[in-house]
């Protein structure tokens, strides 16, 4: 069974960093997919990164050039290293994993979330 326990959220102020941390345990088997999504209260969850089993990165528009995935198999580890965060940024952030099927990634397994909290 996957297991995937995020962790590195907390508060900062408007221009600051965090790296955010998630295990993920049997989630790097053939063809996988590993994100970070995030979900700001009242709104709707999305995708803020993604990388997968070739080291192919894709990243939300909004994130680009602030944000980093990356990814360390041989301890299981998939990061998110934030920096120049904003206000906008505040939200719970959930590690993902799950397949590439047709050049795109499907997610199936879901981490409980870390809060983010970005104050001007």
């Known amino acids: 069974q996957v297991q995937l326990v995020e962790s590195g959220g907390g508060s900062v102020q408007s221009g600051g960093s965090l790296r955010l941390s998630c295990a993920a345990r049997?989630?790097?088997?053939?063809?996988?997919?590993l994100g970070w999504f995030r979900q700001a209260s009242g709104e709707e969850r999305e995708e803020v990164a993604t990388?997968?089993?070739?080291?192919?990165?894709n990243y939300a528009d909004s994130v680009k050039g602030r944000f980093t995935i990356s990814q360390d198999i041989a301890v299981e580890r998939l990061y998110l290293q934030m920096n120049n965060l904003k206000p906008e940024d505040t939200a719970m952030y959930y590690c993902a994993a799950g397949y590439a099927q047709f050049g795109r990634c499907h997610f199936t397994f879901w981490g409980q979330g870390t809060q983010v909290t970005v104050s001007s």
């Open positions: 990388i997968d089993s070739n080291d192919i990165t």
């Open positions: 049997r989630a790097t088997y053939r063809g996988y997919c």
